[in-house]
């Protein structure tokens, strides 16, 4: 009896380690009130998994974006006509300095999905 109980309480408190471990830090909110916004993506089998449907922006900021996709593709920025290659298994990495103010879609064009929209308010 005594063995299954230390068996029991030392389950628990691996696996309730291992869960803490295991759980991902959440991102940064969309717009976290700064100069700066940062958002996180993951793209599995041409569909966006995690990150925010819409970003909000102020003009003049910085938009950083980190995209983990399982495929190569390309991102484009619309309005700003900029693209970035993404490689399938790795993480990348975009800066983007916020010059214009509107509404952007930022599509992935192999999967030909928009990944999130872009809103970039005046100043």
Known sequence: MRRSVIFLAVNVVVLGALAWWLVPEPADPP????????????????????????????????????????????????????????????ISRLTLVLDQAGRFSVELHHADIELTALEVRPQ
Do not use: C, K
């Open 31 to 90: 717009d976290i009130g700064a100069d700066t916004v940062r958002a996180v993506f993951e793209v599995r089998d041409g569909r966006r998994v995690t990150g925010p449907p819409v970003l909000s922006a102020r003009q003049g900021g910085v938009l950083e974006i980190q995209i983990a996709s399982d495929r190569d593709d390309e991102l484009h920025m619309h309005g700003y006509d900029r693209t970035w290659p993404l490689r399938g298994g790795e």
